[in-house]
């Protein structure tokens, strides 16, 4: 079946905004976070998750991830002291899809302590989903399809690659629909390449275009939160945690490239998202080599439905 996506012009994308701030605006004791920093908040109760999340790595001109390395052996010493029940990745990893960019990229990847939950982007859909889930599957044997779900107790973690692009079909976003309806009331986080195109004004026009996306499963009930990465954005100039509606949506930085604000400055980071048994959700972002996250980029907020 053909993609149905939306034109990509700038009317579009302005009017896809626009509809996501009234969407926002219009729920009651809500508040759009992204006007303002926001601070963790606390609470008395254990962790009963803890995750990390690598953002794109795609080096270019050489397959090279010393970045990428880094952030996997910091992430090592953090499990060591306190565990993480399982790393995410957001796509983009091999450049082009690449041989040379799988294999150097596995040679650091297999390195992770933490099982290693990946999805595609839209640098590995250059290449073939067989390729992928070849690769995919020495990272973690578990990963055999290119959209899964990873359920706990409390919440559900749906991992949906894309099939163009960073883009759906109509039956990549019927199945990201259909996971969400199966698993509710049950709170999910979503975890795709790109958000859909106006989520960040940053770059209003990249991102999930399709109608069927953007009408049945954006505003879901039980879509608790959004992780993407694809934008490249730098943590400390954007605004890259923020609550529309009833999600939150999250970005994850790239670790080895910034374009945006602009690429004058690139600081490789992850980010590490804590839930607690009470269902407060704190997300830290750690500079690589640095041993303690930013305070000034973490955000906190009660994971709905919990």
Known sequence: MRASFLPTNHFTSFLFT???LLLSACQPGQQDQ??????????????????????DAE???????????????QINELHANDPFDFVIGVGDIAHKGTLIQYEAATAELTRLEAPFYPIMGNEERESTVERY???ARQWNP????ARYVHEHEKVAFVFASPDEGRDFYDEGAAWVRDQ????????VVLIVHGAQAGAYPE???????NEL???????????????????????????????MGDTHYLHVPGVERTKIPDETNHTPMFRVMEIAADGLTTMHSYAVGEAEPRTSLSYSFAMPGW
């Open 203 to 209: 770059n209003p026009d990249k991102g999930i275009t």
């Open 213 to 243: 996306f953007a009408r049945e499963v954006v505003g879901q009930s039980n879509l608790a939160v959004m992780v993407s990465g694809d934008l490249h954005m730098d943590m400390e100039r954007v605004v890259h945690s923020k609550e």
């Open 133 to 135: 889930l070849e690769y």
């Open 34 to 55: 992204a006007s303002q920093p926001n601070q963790p908040g606390q609470t008395d109760s254990p962790t009963v998750l803890r995750i990390a999340m690598l953002g």
């Open 59 to 73: 080096p270019k001109p050489l397959a090279e991830f010393p970045n990428m390395a880094a952030a996997i052996t």
């Open 180 to 187: 969400l309806e199966a698993l509710a009331p049950k709170p």
């Open 142 to 145: 578990e990963v055999t399809e």
């Open 18 to 20: 626009v509809g996501l």
